[in-house]
């Protein structure tokens, strides 16, 4: 059997044309005649006749029977009858109640390529082989969803049981998930508000205190703050510290705490404050550093990432940002296909233009206009004079609606997918019940979930087997 050595070799240059070999294909057997299969070569079978040695036999075959020089094959019978009635006719018929994924494997296995399917199946075949294709799309994107669901409904619970050996840890539990999770309770929502409230307040007075309309003149006739405006500055930089200290303090794991995105927008929204305190500060012990002044200015216009803390209390903009980590690869063939179309029609108008309009009469002015053309902005301030410019300025704005359309169609499809995970980590969150401590993980589908990861390793096997060349089996592959 397997152990023996060869003691003929099996070239096909000592066979007679006529000679048959044994196949045994999962316990079917048949005798194929070495004139049929050296009709199409490059298959598996036919490379059988060209073996001179036993290790060359078995790269092809799972086994050898020397005493009846028999090739055996680990392989689905009920497929294989495919596979000699391509050898015969010389195409490949698709039976419509046959599995696509596994046929294709098949004969990908055999060396025969998808192009000898007969044209009487090989439209049916490639359209449900797309079809696969697309569920099996949607099916990693549930499965990445499924898994990152999962995986963070992990992390909430093993947070929470963190507090059952802290000092007060039920107290500082409740009062944990009361401001971290806006949802939970009655007293979580009226938080919530608040904090909306006054994040809502402090943007509006930093934008009304920029208005001519709304400030005073001091004694000089010099325009200054409304005291008022400074009143509700001041709450709201007390609130927002009082805010993070409470979540600081109650954090199931404060070494981690900033790790948490949120929480370093919490910090980011209230840091411009203090440290214009200080600049201040300093500048009035030592005038010599007066230009610092400048530093406390551009400190006071980042107050404005306090609208960020509205993603603590909105499910559509950390959904935004989950979809925004997400996607840079999308994000990035965006800006790809943006700065092509920006450089190719920017020096086209330039080539056009540059005579007749003073606007465009240089490449950087160029990149201006095709970038503002592009992403159909068009604010027309420059806008070409001939007719040539005008036709390029038509083919720019064309371009740019097919290149921000394309990429946006898949990022907005993310969205959607981490939009209603988002939505369903927010149910489960909120019916959680520690008043008598944690006894038990909230309920999943195991099931479900161990299934998609042998079906994602499986597709992940698949493609493995797809990628290397024909000769080689997923057995092969895998070792």
């Known amino acids: 059997m397997t152990g023996q050595a060869l003691r003929k070799p099996c070239s096909a240059a000592h066979m007679d044309d006529n000679a048959a070999i044994c196949i045994n294909v999962g316990g079917f057997k048949r005798r194929l005649q070495s004139n049929t299969l050296s009709r199409f070569p490059d ?24 005493a009846e020089k028999e090739f055996y094959f680990d392989r689905n019978p009920a497929l294989f009858p495919y596979v000699l009635n391509f050898y015969n006719t010389g195409r490949l018929h698709v039976m419509a109640e046959l599995c696509i994924f596994s046929f294709s494997q098949e004969i990908e296995y055999w060396g025969i390529n998808e192009l000898f399917i007969d044209s009487c199946c090989s439209s049916t075949y490639h359209d449900k082989k797309m079809d696969q294709e697309r569920k099996d799309w949607d099916d990693r994107s549930d499965e ?5 669901s999962f995986d963070e409904l992990l992390e909430f619970y093993s947070d929470a049981t963190k507090f059952d050996k802290q000092f007060l840890g039920s107290t500082r539990r409740r009062v944990w998930l009361m401001l971290d999770n806006p949802g939970y309770s009655i007293a979580s929502r009226i938080i919530s508000i608040l904090s909306i409230l006054v994040v809502l307040g402090s943007i509006t007075s930093m934008c009304m205190n920029s208005m001519t309309e709304f400030s005073l003149l001091d004694s000089e006739g010099q325009l200054r703050e409304d005291p008022h405006f400074e009143t509700v500055e001041h709450f709201g930089i ?4 009082l ?10 794991d404060v070494l981690h705490f900033f790790e948490h995105p949120l929480n370093v927008i919490d910090l980011v929204s209230i840091l411009p404050f203090y440290l214009t305190l200080l600049i201040n500060l300093v500048i009035e012990s030592s005038p010599a550093l007066a230009n610092l002044g400048r530093v406390a200015q551009v400190l006071r216009l980042m107050r404005i990432f306090r609208i960020l803390k509205l993603a603590r209390h909105s499910t559509g903009l950390r959904s935004l940002g989950a979809t925004l980590k997400n996607s840079y690869k999308e994000v990035g063939l965006l800006l790809l296909y943006l700065a092509v179309g920006v450089s190719f029609f920017s020096v086209v108008a330039y080539t056009v233009e540059k005579e007749d309009n003073e606007d465009l009469s240089t490449i950087p002015a160029c990149w201006w206009w095709a970038t503002v053309s592009m992403t159909t902005v068009g604010y027309g301030d420059v806008v070409p004079f001939t007719i040539a410019g005008k036709l390029t ?9 097919l290149v921000v359309v394309l990429p946006i169609t898949l990022i907005f499809n993310k969205f959607s997918l981490f939009y209603k995970r988002q939505k369903q980590l927010e149910i489960v969150m909120r019916s959680c019940d520690f008043n008598e401590g944690i006894k038990e993980v909230p309920s999943v ?16 096997l698949s493609n493995m087997s797809r990628s290397s060349p024909s000769e080689h089996s997923l057995n092969e592959s895998l070792r």
């Not at 805010?243 to 199931?252: D, I, K, T």
């Not at 589908?445 to 992940?460: C, E, F, H, I, P």
Request: charged share 20%; with cysteine.
């Open 43 to 66: 298959t598996r079978l036919a490379r059988l006749l060209h073996c001179e040695t036993k290790e060359s036999i078995l790269e092809l075959c799972d086994d050898y029977d020397d």
């Open 144 to 148: 990445g969803s499924t898994t990152s």
């Open 238 to 241: 007390g609130w927002f510290t």
């Open 243 to 252: 805010e993070l200290v409470a979540r600081f303090m109650v954090a199931p």
């Open 393 to 401: 300025a038509s083919a720019c704005i064309l371009a740019g609606i």
């Open 445 to 460: 589908n195991l099931r479900n979930y161990y299934a998609q990861k042998v079906k994602s390793l499986m597709v992940s």
